[in-house]
């Protein structure tokens, strides 16, 4: 049975049209992009849901341990900058997992650029270097991954579905399944799956501290090469304790930011007047922040960065 050319001409004049609406669109975001000298990856973005989108990565510190979702500082700090600066407001999407550690955020970098396409990235990390084990690097991109990177570099009307689509879709979307004994977590969206969490060392007095500061130092100058290709903006926080694995971590953080003039808030030296001896009302006991600690946190990340911007 053969197909009529009248079928085949109601066949092909849509998709005629639909190429010629595709190519017409595309020429126009590349000369207004031009016009406009914004060559940015984030200028659709903002355009479309007229939101940054600032992605918080790291462990149970940012995760917000012990306290409600709403009180971590990341959420903290969403509502504080929206009430203030409600003419460029931003939308927070923390994806802090306990014991995340500097190998686990590495190795799932390009599938988080990729599924939520940040503008900036804010990351505290490496306390938990030292007593996790360090997972395998990432496995070559596939083919589709490198389609939709080239994708994403070249074509605007790419970009522009991608940020439309954004736009629909809320955060509820963003689900995290943890598992039986709930060091790993399995989190999807956009259709992705990225594992967090962490396996414990299996010699823990044998910690050999410098060997993993320098792994340390290795996978978040790594994670600053990954963001800045990516054209997203990365900045570095210190952990609000300094005591038991947070000193060696700050000290490496610190390290990076200089050598690499990443952006850095250091929140040690904020808390470091407000603390006494051991624990206080902004640290638990095991120097995690509590309610008041993540309030000072989020208020540090807004006094820093409102006036300069993110």
Not at 117 to 127: A, E, F
Not at 195 to 208: D, T
Not at 244 to 269: H, M, T
Request: aromatic fraction near 10%; charged fraction near 20%; glycine fraction near 6%.
């Amino acid at each position: 049975m053969t197909v009529s050319s009248k079928a085949w001409r109601w066949i092909v004049r849509p998709v005629c049209a639909l190429l010629i609406l595709l190519v017409t669109l595309e020429a126009g975001l590349q000369i207004a992009a031009r016009l406009l000298k914004d060559e940015s990856r984030a200028g659709i973005a903002r355009f479309v849901t007229q939101r940054q989108r600032v992605l918080f990565l790291g462990d149970s510190n940012t995760y917000g341990l012990y306290v409600e979702h709403s009180q971590a500082y990341p959420a903290v700090f969403e509502r504080a900058w929206n009430e203030r600066y409600a003419d460029r407001p931003i939308e927070v999407v923390n994806l802090a997992y306990p014991g995340t550690n500097s190998s686990r955020i590495l190795r799932e970098l390009p599938h988080i650029l990729r599924s939520f396409r940040p503008d900036t990235i804010v990351l505290m990390v490496g306390s938990n270097d030292y007593w996790t084990t360090p997972v395998a690097p990432a496995e070559a991109s596939s083919f589709a991954m490198r389609a939709g990177e080239w994708l994403w570099d070249w074509s605007r009307v790419y970009r522009l579905l991608f940020m439309l689509r954004r736009t629909v879709a809320a955060r509820s979307e963003l689900s995290i399944e943890a598992n039986e004994r709930g060091n790993e977590a399995m989190l999807r969206y956009g259709g992705d799956s990225i594992v967090l969490g962490f396996e414990g060392r299996p010699a823990y007095a044998a910690f050999q501290t410098p060997m993993i500061s320098d792994a340390l130092v290795a996978n978040l100058n790594a994670i600053s090469k990954s963001t800045r290709e990516a054209g997203v903006r990365l900045l570095l926080l210190t952990y609000p304790a300094e005591r038991r694995f947070y000193g060696p971590a700050n000290k490496q953080i610190r390290r990076v930011a200089e050598a690499a003039s990443i952006p850095l808030v250091d929140l040690a030296a904020r808390f470091r007047p407000e603390r006494k001896t051991g624990s206080c009302d902004l640290l638990f006991g095991d120097l995690h922040p509590t309610v008041s600690g993540h309030a000072l946190a989020a208020e540090h990340l807004l006094e820093t960065l409102g006036p300069h911007g993110l």
